[in-house]
């Protein structure tokens, strides 16, 4: 697996655990924040191939994050991550976010896995159904 994946939580060290169940499969980047999330879309958004947000965050909701995501950069798969686990909160965050996966806290590292390779595999699939659209036109 190789993609670019960018992880969202204002917890350090949650991140940090994160990337190390993905680093010798991807290349993480990692946010603290929605606002340096954001930043790090408009410096690099055409890269990221999927974005996994904590949704309990400081300043902006994960799944309002993924909404703008969704809007800028549609092409990015999004994966939300929380702890709280309501079907108020799943609604929410299908149809604001339009989230590819939603991941309940804690979660099994393997587990993590199995979601992020998903999320890169539906990635190329949409890159490459956007091509094919493109040569029939």
């Not at 609604?91 to 991941?103: L, P, R, T, W």
């Amino acid at each position: 697996m190789s993609g670019k994946v960018l992880l969202v939580d204002d917890e350090r060290h949650i991140l940090l655990a994160l990337r190390r169940v993905l680093e010798d499969e991807c290349d993480c980047l990692i946010a603290g924040s929605a606002a340096e999330a954001l930043e790090t879309f408009v410096r690099r958004g055409d890269e990221i191939e999927v974005v996994v947000a904590d949704n309990v965050m400081p300043e902006m909701r994960g799944v309002e994050l993924l909404a703008e995501v969704r809007e800028r950069w549609p092409r990015t798969v999004r994966i939300l991550l929380t702890g709280y686990s309501s079907n108020e909160a799943v609604m929410d965050a299908i149809n604001q976010g339009h989230v590819f996966s939603y991941i309940r806290k804690p979660v099994e590292a393997d587990d993590f896995l199995v979601y992020v390779r998903n999320a890169l595999s539906f990635h190329r699939a949409l890159v490459e159904q956007d091509w094919l659209s493109r040569a029939l036109e």
